[in-house]
């Protein structure tokens, strides 16, 4: 009998910590308070490499991309933006209950309570590039909580994370504060940049009057001494008319609602903006070129309700040499609609390039989770042009448009290593502006 409880007191001291029996119970859940205490430093200081250390993830993890992406957010040296993030990171709390912790053999977990800055109440002024954010996330004093579950598991006598859950409603704040990576420059000297031609203000371009060049990419370019100057001018009295629409926008969504990018390669910029549709309820995208033959600019695409007041609404707009595509998302963390228009570029037609909806898709994801046994169903469902539509064919479709992207002209969408879209993540970006400096730009060409 003696020897039995030799065994057994053996058992217990070279057995894993962590079973139940050997009367480990309370170290461990002082080991795995720790790493949750690491766990919320690493989380305030948005040290992505602090945080991963606590798991046993390796490199290929989705889960190891997705902190990866989402933490140390690289500025290149504007601290400006930097500090922004890091003030709201620094809100974050985990708030737990250390007798909540489950164990299961090697295995344990406990929910948890995530409370972070509520940055969605934050008052970002948006006319401005220079915008105030620091000040606006300074002045906000509410959180929000956001509910979470964390799995651990022994690994070589140590507890790791093996699970972390609504990482993405926790960091969805992360990629919302967009840089100033693109600030146009003045307007370029004609008479260096540009040859020297005929002045065509007072009759219709000739043939002869012209100066055309092959560029790269797609079309050919017209352009005269003056072109640049008249096409701020005509952007100005499109942007001044729209005026109310876009600052609407700006404030309703907290976004940069102005672009400017020479979508056809003709050398000029097109302009293009997203403006209240006149309900508050939603904004579209319009495209602007300026038409030599009209001597204005012409509205060439519209792409209707890219971003609506909702939990899941965002959107993505990029360009590929020949192609306009605009990806918008509607719905609830639990249904999620995911819409991509692609406008091809055509020929000229009255004086301007023609641009043709030539295809539409979309995925909807629609989890339905089961709190009794903890599990989360994903159910998801393609379409091509309203058609039904495969796992297969839709995402390297959607892969083929990211790969072939010369240009990401705006983005207010938290993109993850699930998406089809990730690859934006590494192409240019041509950062939208407030209403204040698009005026100011197209006034230094004028």
């Not at 030539?358 to 309203?386: G, L, M």
């Not at 064919?393 to 705006?410: D, Q, S, W």
Request: net charge negative; charged share 30%.
């Amino acid at each position: 009998m003696k020897s039995k409880k030799i065994i057994a007191g053996v058992l217990c001291v070279t057995l894993t910590a962590g079973f139940a029996g050997c009367d480990n119970t309370k170290k461990d859940r002082e080991a795995i308070g720790k790493i949750i205490d690491a766990c919320a430093d690493a989380f305030k200081e948005d040290d992505a490499e602090a945080f991963l250390e606590l798991t046993d993830w390796d490199e290929d993890d989705k889960s190891y991309q997705q902190v990866e992406n989402a933490m140390n957010s690289d500025f290149e040296g504007d601290d400006y933006y930097r500090d922004c993030y890091s003030l709201i990171f620094d809100s974050i709390e985990i708030d737990y209950d250390i007798e909540d912790i489950e164990f299961k053999g090697d295995k344990a977990s406990i929910s948890v309570k995530y409370e972070v800055l509520d940055w969605n109440d934050v008052n970002f002024k948006v006319n401005d590039l220079y915008l105030p954010y620091k000040d606006a996330i300074e002045d906000e004093k509410d959180t929000i909580s956001i509910k979470g579950k964390i799995d651990f598991k022994l690994v070589d006598g140590e507890w790791k994370i093996t699970k972390i859950t609504n990482l993405d409603e926790l960091f969805s704040f992360n990629g919302l504060i967009i840089e100033p990576d693109f600030v146009p420059t003045p307007a370029p000297d004609p008479t260096e940049s540009q040859p020297t031609v005929p002045d065509p203000t007072e009759t219709q371009p000739t043939e002869t009057q012209p100066v055309t060049t092959e560029p790269t990419g797609t079309s050919e370019t017209t352009a005269y001494s003056d072109s640049f100057e008249k096409t701020m001018r005509a952007f100005k009295t499109v942007l001044e008319q729209n005026r109310d629409a876009i600052q609407l926008t700006e404030v309703t969504f907290g976004i940069n609602a102005v672009g400017f990018y020479d979508l056809d390669g003709n050398g000029l910029p097109e302009l293009y903006f997203i403006s209240d549709d006149g309900n508050e309820y939603s904004a579209s995208l319009h495209v602007y070129e300026y038409n030599e033959y009209a001597g204005e600019a012409i509205e060439v695409v519209t792409s209707p309700e890219i971003i609506t007041q909702g939990q899941a609404s965002s959107y993505i707009i990029y360009a590929t040499d020949k192609e306009l595509i605009v990806t918008y998302t509607y719905g609830e963390s639990y249904f999620l609609h995911v819409s991509t228009d692609m406008y091809a570029l055509g020929e000229r037609e009255g004086g301007i390039h023609k641009w043709d909806l030539c295809e539409t898709f979309a995925r909807e994801i629609i989890s339905d989770y089961d709190p009794e046994t903890d599990t989360e169903t994903v159910t998801k469902v393609f379409y091509h042009n309203a058609k039904n539509y495969t796992e297969d064919e839709y995402m390297p479709t959607m892969k083929g448009f990211t790969e072939r992207t010369v240009m990401t002209l705006g983005r207010h969408y938290v993109l993850s290593s699930n998406d089809p879209e990730y690859g934006l993540m590494s192409k240019p970006s041509n950062g939208m502006l407030g209403y204040g400096l698009a005026i100011d730009y197209v006034e230094s060409g004028i």
